[in-house]
């Protein structure tokens, strides 16, 4: 199977590659890279239409390179990697959403660990919009530790996982906590070591998703069969 990883910024790549070492070592791996749109995200003088258009331009990238699925490891783009599943033959996935049909089997108080502001807000509403589709009452309750992900940025692992489980005992209280992103997998080994509760990470429970979505849908060579016709998302709007 191949899997086409489309990725914003570069510190997740790393987790979803151990993930997929770990859960599904033979599948094959491809990756698109935009590094400059972690940054974009944030900046207030670039359209989110523009922002859209790029995530469309990856969808239909991956598309060309004959994905079985794509997987999306940026959690702050959400309704823009929705449109790109809804016009795709072929599994597309957010990061986070495995991630949160996971953490309902553990119960109704979930806590996540967030590390980039930008994306908290909409993470939230995906969660909210899910646990209505389930017919749940969950809550979710964020801690967003933005010193975490500047201390990953600048290569510091040790502090960004020290961050991360420093904020565990505030959710102690929850039924299981989520790590919000890809990059916040890195802490994973030690808030499960550290944790009073069950710790989820979005890598891992994508990848298990995925494998058994793809292995359900039983066909190697459907995706190669896939048209490259993938409507811009600026005639959309």
Known sequence: MRIVLVHAVNIAMAPIHAAFARQWPEAELVNLLDDALGRDRDDQDIPQKALDERIASLGRHALSCGADAVLYTCSAFGPAIEQVASQSRVPVYKPNEAMFEAALEYGDRIGMIGTFSPAMQSMHAEFEALSRARNRTASLEIRCLPEANKALRDGDEVKHNHLVCDALPSLAHCDVILLAHFSTATA??????????????????????????????????????????????????
């Open 188 to 237: 994973l080994d030690n808030a499960r070591r550290d944790s009073a509760c069950p710790v989820l990470s979005s890598p891992e429970a994508a990848v298990i998703a995925l494998r058994r979505v793809l292995t359900q849908l039983g066909s190697e060579s459907s995706a190669r069969e896939n048209t490259l016709e993938f409507p811009s998302l600026s005639n959309t709007h």
